[in-house]
T-cell receptor, first 114, second 115 residues
């Protein structure tokens, strides 16, 4: 398996623009996570899907952030409108529904909002 | 609420020495998993080692071992014979099954290996 695939790897956008981050989880994994990593806040869980259904979105910072998982092989995280403080590395991770299975992380998307 | 605590923001270790990175957790669940991840400067998150809450023996993976003390709710990572390539951020995480597998991460410890 190719692992969790995120695109793009890097994104530079202007404040106010819409940004869409994409994730393809590992086939057969039931859970999908979006994390945001910054120096100030560390690794924050934004939202978590199980079987394509959002289970916990309490970490989504504002209404500007939205996430979808239309099927088992694809998820998006959208920021509209983007702000400079959204600059961070965004990770997608997936896992099977088993305690002894780790979360597999994608390479991350480094977002810079100028 | 589930919580993972890593109290060492930064650690230094001499090359070839052993180092222990601390992790404590808080949960009332009877079953849970404990994990350690490494994040080098290149940014990827690398899984290192897993310990189940019912496992009697401490997990080991090469130079990594997990010192699991259930009563103290601690899951410290021990790296033996440190190498320069071990310099990285290290994250402790806990998983629980509610609706699917949920993961909780600590704030991380930055390890620097000194030649």
């Amino acid at each position: 398996d190719a692992g969790v695939i995120q695109s793009p790897r890097h994104e530079v956008t202007e404040m106010g623009q819409e940004v869409t981050l994409r994730c393809k989880p590992i086939s057969g994994h039931n859970s999908l996570f979006w994390y945001r990593q910054t120096m100030m806040r560390g690794l924050e869980l934004l939202i978590y899907f199980n079987n394509n259904v959002p289970i916990d979105d309490s970490g989504m910072p504002e209404d500007r952030f939205s996430a979808k998982m239309p099927n088992a092989s694809f998820s998006t995280l959208k920021i509209q409108p983007s702000e400079p403080r959204d600059s961070a590395v965004y990770f997608c991770a997936s896992s099977k529904d088993s305690l002894n299975t780790e979360a597999f992380f994608g390479q991350g998307t480094r977002l810079t909002v100028v | 609420a589930q919580k993972i605590t890593q109290t060492q923001p930064g650690m230094f270790v001499q090359e070839k020495e052993a180092v222990t990175l601390d992790c404590t957790y808080d949960t009332s669940d009877p079953s849970y998993g404990l994990f350690w991840y490494k994040q080098p400067s290149s940014g990827e998150m690398i899984f290192l080692i897993y310990q189940g809450s019912y496992d009697q023996q401490n997990a080991t993976e090469g130079r990594y071992s997990l010192n699991f003390q259930k009563a103290r709710k601690s899951a410290n990572l021990v790296i033996s014979a440190s190498q320069l390539g071990d310099s990285a951020m290290y994250f402790c995480a806990m998983s629980r099954i509610i609706t699917g597998n949920q993961f909780y991460f600590g704030t991380g410890t930055s390890l620097t290996v000194i030649p």
